[in-house]
């Protein structure tokens, strides 16, 4: 049955693999396009018909744009907040995952079911009160204050409850309290090393949604020195809106990091999200 | 000697509990700060006249509710999310389907398939909505180039309001389509090869097997993938703002949407009460939707038993 197909399946299979082919170029040439033109010159920039790649590639554009505003500062700004929004979720996801699988005490279920439930409730509906909590704390116009939303995640400790509790058996804990161990002991020298993956997954999660942060920065950071990639961005945009060149070379710059982790990681975050989007 | 073994296991006990309070004390603070609070706050505020330059925030009951409703903008903005939700969504779902049908199939080929279909999806917003502007780009953007090419005549399409609506669909389909693919495609390879065989000795042919045994085994995941992709894009933003922004851009009204117009009101106009009104909006419809949809799949599963 498959060792003979018919010329009709065979003429199907092919219409596939061209509608995938394209559908394919059709997904990567908005990037392509990206990179391209921010190594164009002026001239070439803006011409009819329009040409993929560059005649006579320059780095003008980059060097352009560190000119005309700090974005080594918005990289570094990005980076920094990125970094610790990451290990904050590890860590809040860690702690609160693993007491929440192994422990029995009071309010347990209650608690969950709180942090999981609000889950649900876009960001963008309470962001309004969150803001007034800021003005009321002085944290405005603060690295502190940019970072607080993006420093839990509800799915991190939904996604390590599941880990500890189905991964770790309870007998390995009651081991090291029979040695004696403390309860943190447990947790940091048990339960941790062997929730490597589940964190690795959330961690890559956290480190993809603090960079691509936009508008909580936007309302927060009203000074430029506090500016991420994305508010620089959007800044340099709003100056420089025909300059193309530029435009794109502050894209790629946006994006670089985030194809590297991708390109790095890529069999990973494909299964986290199979997996994780498999337990939502 | 029993009563000393009962006393230490007491003592442990208490120590273990205090240790489980102990360790979840911050994750619960920072919880309950950053979105436990906020979160009852929005309705609370949603029932003042609260400006954050007047110092006097009388309570007014509904009023803001009843503004809201008479609200052009905010009807707008509804209209406008409504049917950029429901576009993406679907067109994102229907595409993804057989994307993954065909990519399930574990190959090398597939593998690099997914991974060029998922890059969109990890691209930060903000860079990816400046790409799409230069490629909707009247004068010089390459989809008129690719029009040009076809014969068609160029289509404006940030600045004409009948269709920056649907540039913005469009890019929206592109940046979640890898997403729900991995989804369903992960949900097939989860379906038992014996099902599928059973259908095949049946006689079932490939679209008979994929109506009968495919799709209803998929249903939870597909379930699962409108609901987050009916959230997300509820929730859209960063993309409206952008190409809202500087020259050749799209013209506000066309492409208001919710999240948009609440940002308008908080931060432009400093409503902060009546943009609480209308996040409060937000929320219940998000809510609502999110029920309707498991309503749905749950009627639909008992039907077909």
Redesign the interface.
Known sequence: MVSNPSPLARALTAL?HLV?FL??A??????L??AA?SFKPPGE??????RLLPEAPTLDNYRGIFEDAPFGLFFANSLGLSIVATISVCV?SL??G??FAK?E?PGRTL?FM??LA?A??????????????LITLGWINTYQGIL??T??M?FG?FLLRQHVSSAIPTELLEAGRVDGA???WI?ARVIAPLSAPALSAIGIFAF?QA??A??WP??VANEQSLFN??LG??AF??RF??D?GK??A???L??LP??V??VLL?RR??ES???T??K? | MIARAWARHRRDDW???L???A??A???L??G???????I??FV?SFYKWELINPVRPFIGWLNYEMLLEDENFHLALKNTAIYAASTVVMSTLLALP?AV??ARKSRLSAI????????????????S???K??Y?Y????LN?GL?LLGLKSVAWLTDPDIALWALVIMGV?KV???NM??L???IR?IPATYVEAAAIDGAGGWQQFRSVTLPLLRP?LL?VVV?ST?NA??V??QV??MT?????APGQAVRVL?FD??QN??QYFR?GY??AE??M??LM??GL?LIQFRLARTKAGMDG
């Open positions: 596939i995938l559908g394919a059709v997904m990567v040439l908005p990037i396009w990206m033109t920039v803006s011409v009819w018909p329009p809040t702690v609160a693993a007491v422990y005490f608690l709180a942090i609000t649900i409730v876009p960001f963008e509906s309470y962001m309004i009160p969150l803001y007034l909590q607080l939303p420093l839990f509800s400790v403390s309860e943190w947790l993809i960079w691509a936009f508008i936007l309302m990639m994305e961005l959007t945009q709003f809106s025909t193309y435009l794109m502050g894209s790629v946006s994006v985030m194809l982790v991708f890529r975050i494909i999200v199979a997996l989007g498999m939502g | 120590r273990t509990l240790f489980c309070y360790a979840l911050p994750v619960l920072l919880f700060y950053v979105r436990g609070w906020p979160i706050e929005s505020l994307l065909f990519l398939y997914q991974t060029i279909y998922f890059l969109p999806v990890i691209t930060p917003m903000v860079p990816v400046i790409a799409w230069w490629i780009d004068n010089y953007g390459i180039y040009s592109w389509l890898g997403y991995i989804l495609l992960v949900g989860n995941i699962y987050t959230i509820f929730n933003f960063t703002y952008v922004l500087g020259s050749q851009a999240v609440i940002y908080a931060f902060m943009a609480s996040a409060v937000l929320t998000v809510l999110t």
